[in-house]
């Protein structure tokens, strides 16, 4: 019995090793009852769509500290960003805004992929809703985020397709081998459900250069 305990102990690591590894930010608590400063959550439905695509889901939590944080990413093929209620900035004492700490975990998340990246270990980030927040804020910088970044009339509960340009998608290392089928699907059919308060217009984003 021992001797198939190892072999099977043997063969589970070499499926993990081959796996690709996602790790997803945590978010503090906003439950009642449940202290932010005691207990962080991660919503199940990103855990269920990763493993579903076949992804090892490896937690990412919001109160570890910088270098804990870099050691691990250094470890895994990509991070998700998760949507949420998490605050990313506040007013400060007197009266300016200034990020929160979550909205740091998120800026230190994004500047190691890109790390990573420089150095030859590709790593993918996604960001959903709160977590596509995260990335405008680092990639618009911080202070322009301010007065780019609005809030959003119409775009709160409804579910609608999307336009793929399929003219540059032969640049994208995640997308270019998607099925042609796939381009119809996301285009014809209400694939994606939106609910935002926040945002920032098309034609703001693509004539602005950082994005």
């Not at 209400?190 to 703001?204: C, E, M, Q, S, V």
Request: hydrophobic share 35%; with cysteine.
């Amino acid at each position: 019995m021992g001797r198939y305990a190892v072999l099977l102990s043997t063969l589970l690591g070499c499926v993990l090793a081959t796996r690709v590894r996602i790790g997803v930010l945590s978010q503090p608590s906003s439950y009642p009852g449940l202290s932010p400063q005691d207990y962080s959550y991660i919503q199940s439905s990103y855990v269920r769509d990763l493993e579903g695509a076949g992804a090892q889901v490896i937690p990412i939590l919001d109160s570890w500290d910088n270098s804990t944080i870099v050691t691990l990413m250094e470890q895994l093929h990509g991070v998700l960003l998760p949507g949420g209620r998490t605050a990313l900035k506040t007013k400060n004492a007197g009266g300016g805004v200034e990020y929160t700490d979550y909205a740091r975990k998120g800026a230190l998340i994004i500047q190691t992929a890109k790390r990573l990246n420089r150095q030859g270990h590709p790593f993918v980030i996604w960001g959903t809703c709160l977590g596509f927040e995260q990335l405008f804020l680092e990639f618009a910088g911080y202070r322009n985020s301010l007065t780019l970044l609005k809030r959003l009339e119409g775009t709160q509960n409804y579910m609608t397709g999307v336009t793929v340009n399929t003219t540059q998608l032969h640049k994208s290392s995640l997308l270019q081998e998607m099925p042609r089928d796939i381009y119809h699907r996301l285009h014809e059919l209400p694939l994606f459900y939106f609910n935002h308060k926040f945002g920032i217009k098309a034609d703001t984003f693509f004539s602005t250069y950082r994005l």
